[in-house]
């Protein structure tokens, strides 16, 4: 059995670090709390920066476009809390004895997505350390600067809003092990499945998707570690509603099915950057669906907050209780495609 990886579970982020989080500063509106990804800080002039910080794991499948990866995930944590990214620092660790031609191609990269998504990069540390595999972003800082006025932090959703999803479902799981698990996959599917599970790979951001959604969202949040159910999920338990979602109303597609049913993880519950879940009042709703497509995002109403009970209706009509993913099931298929090579 594998032992824990990704995200701190809730319980020993409850009993170890939300205890403990240095003096307490009035500025602070949003702080650590589950299934917010940014810190929400009032400046004098009633302004306020949004900050927030992520990793990037350094997985072989990742390695072409790593610092592609890097920008968008980190950026997409200020995206979602309704503020344009403006501002990154980056601490870029590699192993011993990697060639400046890498560092190169991961800087470009990383360089030459900020230009486009117009972040200034204005420190960060770069270093070779023994113990690391593969390059590694220790920690990657990004700063929004904004209005309250446009904050739409996971606990803001509203009872009677509607759940709005974009692009898919697993995402990030299906680009990466499509990616990594190529040979097997094209023998069992052939190339055209595979290959549109690798364009997943680019799909694992939503810059794009909650800055055309900001204007009509109350709440939004990225699904990432535990998927779509996890992420609405975390917006109901964050805001203090209930909340409800249909099945029959996500949608998935044939590499995605195929993908995951090969390692046999649930779609629902893996791992899912790049997906947006946003909440919107009904009235607001169907603009922000006109938005998205009109930008080319797949999106659809799947739900609708509730005042209390958090629940999942299958296809069958059967109702489970909505509940946080505990294990996300990628890992163990991430790490299942290292074991053959």
Known sequence: MLPQIGKVDRASFDRIIFPRLGKSDKTVMVGPQHGVDAAVIELPDKSVM??????????????????????HICASDIAV????????????????????????HIWKEVHEECEKLDIAIVGGHT???????????????VIGLGTKEQI??????????????????????????????????VKKFGREIVEKGKNYFFDMTVVKDALT?????????????????????EIAAASGTGV?????????TPEIDAICGYFQIDPLISVS?????????????????EALQKEGIAAWDIGEITAKDRIFVRKNGKKEELKPVSVDPFWAAYFSTLETK
């Open 50 to 71: 949004v900050i927030a910080e992520d990793p990037t794991f350094g997985m072989p499948a990742l390695m072409p476009h790593f610092g592609w990866a890097i920008v």
């Open 81 to 104: 809390l309704g503020v344009k990214p403006r501002y990154m620092t980056i601490c870029l660790m590699l192993p011993p004895g990697t060639p400046d031609s890498v560092l190169e």
């Open 127 to 141: 270093g070779m350390y023994p113990g690391i595999a593969y390059p590694l972003n220790g920690g990657c800082t």
């Open 152 to 185: 739409t932090a996971p606990s803001n959703a509203k009872i009677g809003d509607r759940v709005i999803m974009t692009k898919g479902l697993a995402i990030e799981a299906t680009g990466i092990l499509a990616c990594q698990a190529e040979p097997a996959l």
């Open 213 to 233: 959604a900001a204007p009509y969202a109350h709440a939004m949040h990225d699904a990432t570690e535990g998927g779509l159910l996890n992420g609405v999920y």
């Open 244 to 252: 409800t979602i249909y099945e029959d109303k996500i949608i998935s």
């Open 273 to 289: 950057e790049g997906t947006l879940v946003a909440t919107a009042a009904p009235q607001q709703a169907p603009t922000m669906l």
